[in-house]
């Protein structure tokens, strides 16, 4: 739909996107004014997983959208630079947060209607961001059809985007549920040779359940993937905020069997049955019968109506709730008691045993119970039938803490819960372990401790990086100040502008919104306008000639008696020279014995003074002009 560039806001000194729409697109006024709509729906989400949009706009018939600069990689690039499945729980922290932020676009009634793996930017700091909304709609006015053609990517369409009918924000959740399919088998759920083929088997096909392509997807996450992409809308997910709860239960329990997969049953009502047909002179006589008697008693027969259909409503109510409201005990607090009384106890509640683990625990007695879900809370009810999942300790047990450091994550939790131990893991910047690996155990290797013991892990999040931001126009101590703040080395240089402010920064040499490593160097340069100084020199040649000189005979013009010419010495000139930085001064002929060659001179800052005598630099003296008035170079 449009061309991209990257742009530099002269404002606030910043890089940005620049989404700017096809010619063939700028002569309909419709898709004009959809476009407007739906670019300012995007602008008033705020989220930070979904990329921001700072402007809307046009400039005659170049229309256009001012966006956040994301650097980094889009899903599509790492699915395809790995060759096939990525890491399980990678991809469900990703899904999590494209789930995050089409929550928050449901919520604003924006519906992206293209979640594809190409529109998913994965910033260099790991973070997903969503983008191109610019073919979303509000939901207001759904519809999957625009100027003549279908919108959006076939291999990740929903089966009612495909059909050309409603979509809504459960449409985006099987697009996000195909999403996750491809991270997780690295290929697409359907395949054909054109489009239309995949389109119908989106409609007809179910896919094959990706954890029979990749026996490492946990089974809890292999049904969330399968329940976002049920063709039956009803089936799904109804909103992102439910698709986002299971995901986060499937990073705490991978196994567990908490998806609701199965089918609503049909309403009973509504279900297809045999009806009698009846013939024509049936139908003729109860009619004939009907309306005599309502045109005799038009009046009774609306008040009669009316009085029966309310009694009908109100015990017809009251019935049905009497019937399917189930009855409410009070939760038990099974915590702290053993296994044999926890089941007597759920049992005399009326209420059944769900879920029961068992895990080593250093406080609590083999058999006892450690926790319950859901918890105990005085005097609050819940439903008679409904389950109680709890947990009962198997005691203490000593196990040996395995050697974790430099392991990847993974793996060291692979280890950790094979010696039987829970983890906790902290993430830190490394700027010796790559990302991903184990840079610390605070539990150290070989040790014996018990099992159920939680071991602290240290995981690299590899280098940490900074953004440079523009100090440009500031002073110098507070752009000094700012740099430092951030994480980087300032080195300050100077230069002259006279275009610009004094003793402000006018240029850096890392661009701002540049990342670069934690402590790198960045140098500054502050203008220094400096004024024309003048002052007072005073030359010293005899001085500098040590006194000596010499002469010359030269002829009186006079005769002696005896008519011989007169001739008397004269002291020979010598030829001063006095330059300052690269301009001459002085230059001309000089008694030797001149103590006091006064010259005027001119300059910024420290200039250098140099002193010639008959083409012979004699004397050189740097001075800075704005600390003296007065100079003598003897």
Do not use: C
Request: charged share 30%; aromatic share 6%.
């Amino acid at each position: 739909m449009a061309m991209v560039y990257k742009a530099k806001d002269q404002v606030l000194n910043r890089f940005v996107a620049i989404k700017i729409l096809r010619d063939e697109f700028t002569t309909d006024e419709e898709f004009i004014k959809r476009f407007s709509i739906e670019a300012q729906s995007a602008a008033s989400i705020t989220h930070p997983n979904i990329v921001s949009v700072y402007d809307v706009g046009n400039e005659g018939n170049l229309y256009f959208i001012v966006m956040e600069l994301i650097k980094g990689k889009t899903l599509k690039d790492i699915i395809i630079e790995e060759g096939g499945a990525l890491p399980w729980k990678w991809s469900t922290n990703i899904a999590i947060q494209i789930a995050a932020a089409l929550e928050t676009a449901h919520r604003n009634n924006i519906v992206h209607r293209d979640i594809k793996p190409h529109n998913i930017i994965i910033t260099e700091d790991g973070i997903a961001k969503v983008t191109d909304f610019g073919i979303a709609k509000a939901v207001s006015n759904s519809t999957i059809t625009a100027f003549g053609s279908t919108i959006g990517s076939v291999h990740y369409f929903s089966p009612e985007h495909a059909k050309g009918g409603f979509t809504d924000s459960k449409s985006d959740l099987y697009s996000l549920g195909v999403v996750m399919y491809e991270m997780l088998t690295g290929r697409v759920p359907f395949d054909a040779d054109t489009p239309v083929s995949v389109a119908l088997k989106h409609m007809q096909e179910e896919p094959v359940p990706p954890i029979e392509l990749n026996e490492k997807i946990p089974s809890a996450l292999n049904d969330i993937i399968l329940k976002a992409m049920r063709k039956d809308p009803t089936l799904r997910y109804q909103s992102a905020t439910e698709m986002l709860r299971d995901l986060n239960n499937a990073l705490k329990d991978p196994d567990g069997d908490f998806v609701d997969n199965s089918n609503y049953s049909s309403v009973e009502d509504g279900a297809t049955r045999v009806i009698p047909t009846l013939n024509n002179e049936d139908i003729r006589r109860d009619n004939i019968k009907n309306n005599n008697f309502f045109i005799q008693h038009k009046k009774l027969s609306v008040f009669l109506g009316i009085v029966l259909l309310f009694f009908i409503s109100i015990f017809g109510t009251n019935l049905i709730l009497k019937l399917t409201k189930p009855k409410e005990t009070l939760i038990p607090n099974l915590v702290g008691i053993s296994r044999e009384e926890a089941e007597k106890l759920i049992s005399d509640s009326k209420l059944e045993i769900g879920e029961v683990k068992e895990e080593y625990n250093s406080e609590t007695e083999l058999g006892f119970v450690i926790s319950q879900d859901p918890a105990y809370r005085e005097n609050f009810k819940i439903k008679e039938g409904s389950k109680i999942n709890y947990v009962v300790s198997l005691g203490v047990e000593e196990t040996t803490v395995p050697k974790v450091v430099g392991k990847t994550e993974e793996e060291a939790i692979q280890l950790l819960e094979e010696a039987k131990l829970k983890y906790e893991i902290k993430e830190e910047n490394s700027k010796k372990v790559e990302a991903g690996y184990v840079i610390e155990q605070e539990t150290e290797a070989d040790k014996k401790v018990n099992a159920g013991d939680t071991v602290i892990i240290h995981v690299s999040l590899g280098i940490k990086k900074i953004t440079a931001p523009s100090v440009l126009g500031k002073s110098e101590k507070d752009a000094t100040k700012e740099l430092k703040n951030k994480g980087f080395k300032v080195i300050v240089a100077t230069e002259e502008d006279t275009s610009k402010d004094n003793d402000t920064v006018i240029k850096q040499s890392i661009d701002a919104g540049t990342e670069v490593e934690d402590e790198s160097t960045i140098t500054i340069t502050v203008n220094k306008i400096v004024k024309t100084k003048t002052a007072t020199l005073t030359v010293n040649v005899k001085s500098i000639l040590g006194g000596k000189y010499t002469t010359e005979v030269i002829n009186t013009g006079e005769k002696d008696a005896e008519g011989n010419p007169i001739t008397s010495e004269k002291i020979k000139d010598v030829k001063v020279k006095i330059t300052v930085g690269a301009d001459t001064v002085f230059n001309d002929n000089v008694d030797p014995t001149t103590t006091s060659l006064i010259q005027s001179v001119a300059g910024k800052g420290t200039v250098t003074v140099k002193v010639y005598i008959d083409e012979v630099l004699k004397k050189t003296k740097d001075i800075n002009l704005n600390e003296t008035n007065k100079l003598t170079i003897e």
